[in-house]
């Protein structure tokens, strides 16, 4: 199963910006719904946000207001913009596609550090 590939990653100080990106693995016109996911040191992944083919949008009440999710059709790629970054966004975010048939596809995860 290919995955999806993260980029983006990095440290950023406390009130700052980063964006992620993410290169779908399946065509994008089989895929249904992308997201982001994180998972910080010692706590479960979690969810970030979820956007469905038909533009549905689910934010994580933390990250509301502050991260932004897009998909470029075209390039088959999902992007994270996330500004006003805290210390506790610090995590591995994920990349996460499901398809048509439901099949899941995760990323590898890039490393989000937010420290002064």
């Known amino acids: 199963q290919v995955q999806p590939v993260e980029s983006g990653g990095g440290l950023v100080q406390p009130g700052g910006s980063l964006t992620l990106s993410c290169a779908a693995s399946?065509?994008?016109?089989?895929?249904?719904?992308v997201g982001w996911y994180r998972q910080a040191p010692g706590k479960e992944r979690e969810l970030v946000v979820t956007?469905?083919?038909?533009?549905?949008?689910n934010y994580a009440d933390s990250v509301k207001g502050r991260f932004t999710i897009s998909r470029d059709i075209t390039k088959n790629t999902i992007t994270l913009q996330m500004n006003s970054l805290k210390p506790e966004d610090t995590a591995v975010y994920y990349c996460?596609?499901?398809?048509?048939?439901?099949?899941?596809?995760w990323g590898q995860g890039t490393q989000v550090t937010v420290s002064s």
């Open positions: 956007l469905t083919s038909s533009g549905a949008l």
């Open positions: 399946v065509s994008t016109f089989s895929i249904n719904v």
């Open positions: 996460w596609t499901r398809d048509r048939y439901l099949r899941n596809y």
